[in-house]
């Protein structure tokens, strides 16, 4: 098992370009979750998905949209990609998002906005 | 103020060392409690929950004071793969997400 992966691992981007950021587990988890990761700050929730179908602001959302596209895949995209997106993301899944559930983290996506 | 503190360190200690974190919360509504290692430029990965009666998982020995909202993990006889960052994390009901600290940095030294 893959577990949780991320592409890309490294991307620079200039001011106000898109992307989007794939995440995919093979571990059959109903929930999926964005975070962000900024020096100096703990890891933030951008977006979440607690189950198929669904999908919820976190505390960060601003300038980002997700897809939860089918079970195994949770996407994140930038519209227009501002300085202040410059952040190291994670993507993470759980069984299911009640408390006490260990999250599992991808190894992160590392984008640079020029 | 933070919902999670940490002593971001760095904490250098040698090897077989005793060293000793703590991480106080703010949330009372908070739920469950975890620590989580992360090595540099990784992912943040479980090392283990924390429970109110207190842990413990080999070297690693985690508690939880409720009345005082902090907790703790203990590392006996540091080997140098303890070289990490050690996240204080928790959750609450009803919320779906976990809440990070910043993260103490220790290196053990040969």
């Known amino acids: 098992n893959a577990g949780v992966t991320q592409t890309p691992k490294f991307q620079v981007l200039k001011t106000g370009q898109s992307m989007t950021l794939q995440c995919a587990q093979d571990m059959n988890h109903n929930s999926m979750y964005w975070y962000r990761q900024d020096p100096g700050m703990g890891l933030r929730l951008i977006y979440y998905s607690a189950s198929e179908g669904t999908t919820d602001k976190g505390e960060v959302p601003n300038g980002y949209n997700v897809s939860r596209l089918n079970k195994r895949e949770f996407s994140l995209r930038l519209e227009s990609a501002a300085p202040s997106q410059t952040s190291v993301y994670f993507c993470?899944?759980?069984?299911?998002?009640?408390?006490?559930?260990?999250?599992?983290f991808g190894p992160g996506t590392r984008l640079t906005v020029l | 103020r933070k919902e999670v503190e940490q002593d971001p360190g760095p904490f250098n200690v040698p090897e077989g060392a005793t060293v000793a974190f703590n991480c106080t919360y703010s949330n009372s509504a908070s739920q469950s409690f975890f620590w989580y290692r992360q090595d540099c430029r990784k992912e943040p990965k479980l090392l283990m929950s924390?429970?109110?009666s207190g842990n413990e998982d080999g070297r690693f020995t985690a508690q939880l004071n409720r009345a005082s909202q902090y907790i703790s993990l203990l590392i006996r006889d540091s080997k140098l793969s303890d070289s990490a960052t050690y996240l204080c994390?928790?959750?609450?009901?009803?919320?779906?997400?976990?809440?990070f600290g910043t993260g103490t940095r220790l290196t053990v030294i040969p």
């Open positions: 993470a899944s759980s069984w299911t998002s009640g408390s006490g559930n260990e999250q599992f």
């Open positions: 994390v928790y959750d609450q009901t009803g919320a779906n997400n976990l809440f």
């Open positions: 924390v429970y109110s």
